[in-house]
């Protein structure tokens, strides 16, 4: 029994890291670097990630991108609330991750004081390769993963947060 | 670029004299606080006009720079009748600095959300002060401790 269900884990994350439903939540200039990757040229596609949802209810992955704001933060969490689990984050440049050099009143000093990231691409803005790089670093959490954060609830991050879900 | 100064009770004749002059574009309205240089009264609010060809797309005359001392209360007249544009900056200069304007008595925030107290750039407004809506109220990382003698900057 422990075989097949060391098994089924693995079949899972085989299946969810090849078919990486994002939702770009795109707020700032690093969505130049995000459109890029995107592209053609350096091609999303090819880790079958090439298909970004604008809804999050059909969306895995949630792309930050960009600087966000205090008065952007509750539709930031709104939006990791309605994705359906398993479901991930990015952290997408500098600004995301700590907040950058908007050591300001306005701009949120990191996005996991808000929702929990899985990944954090610094950089300002990451170039394509970094950001590739990040991606590849994804799935292999993905396919280690059997219980991520998105299933600790308010018990997990809700105690961060003021309450979790809203 | 000529700049001139008024006082506020003749701003909005000085400015609606420029729009008959032919300026028909608000660059900027803008303020700027000399709290820090103990100016009384504190405020300098800014107009930027330029006279725009319509037909070229060229500027014919040189820009017109307006400044007026204001204080917090209310005592300039809003220009939204002259240029529309100005609905907009004047609200953004509502909300970042506090400047009043005598016919806009409920004012709306353009930038900052409803729940935000005071006005960011002020220069009296705590450089640390953080008023999130959700998420820890203070920053997660320790503040750097600032040499003070370090930050008085000598701006004369």
Redesign the interface.
């Known amino acids: 029994m422990p075989l097949v269900t060391s098994k089924l884990d693995a079949m899972l994350g085989w299946a969810r890291k090849y078919s990486i439903f994002q939702y770009p939540f795109v707020t700032a200039c690093c969505g130049m670097e995000y459109m890029s990757t995107m592209a053609s040229h350096y091609d999303m596609d090819r880790f079958g990630a090439g298909l970004p949802r604008f809804s999050p209810r059909q969306a895995d992955l949630l792309m930050v991108v960009g600087t966000i704001s205090h008065k952007m933060a509750p539709v930031l969490r709104r939006i990791y609330d309605q994705m359906a689990a398993p479901k991930w984050v990015v952290a997408f440049g500098v600004c995301t991750c700590t907040g950058g050099f908007y050591d300001d009143y306005s701009t949120v000093q990191g996005i996991d004081t808000i929702v929990p990231v899985d990944l954090y691409i610094p950089g300002c803005p990451p170039r394509p390769e970094v950001v590739l790089e990040g991606f590849m670093k994804l799935q292999e959490k993905i396919q280690r993963e059997t219980r991520g954060p998105w299933s600790l609830g308010k018990e997990g991050w809700g105690r961060f947060t003021g309450g979790g879900a809203e | 670029m000529e700049t001139r100064k008024t006082g506020p009770a003749a701003a909005f004749e000085a400015l609606a004299a420029l729009k008959d002059e032919g300026y028909n574009i608000l660059v900027d309205l803008t303020a700027v606080d000399f709290s820090a240089q103990g100016r009384i009264p504190r405020f300098e609010v800014v107009y930027r006009v330029a006279c725009l060809d319509l037909d070229t797309g060229l500027e014919t005359k040189p820009r017109v720079e307006v400044c007026c001392e204001v204080g917090e209360e209310p005592a300039l007249r809003s220009v939204r009748s002259l240029w529309p544009a100005a609905d907009w900056l004047e609200r953004e200069v509502w909300d970042m600095f506090g400047v009043r304007f005598a016919d806009r008595p409920d004012i709306k925030r353009l930038?900052?959300?409803e729940e935000f107290v005071g006005h960011?750039l002020r220069k009296d407004?705590p450089?640390r002060?953080?008023?999130?809506?959700?998420?820890?109220k203070e920053?997660?990382?320790e503040p750097v401790n600032l040499n003070k003698a370090a930050q008085k900057v000598d701006y004369e």
Do not use: A, S, T
């Open positions: 930038l900052m959300y960011p407004y450089i002060k953080r008023q999130p809506l959700i998420g820890p920053d997660p990382v």
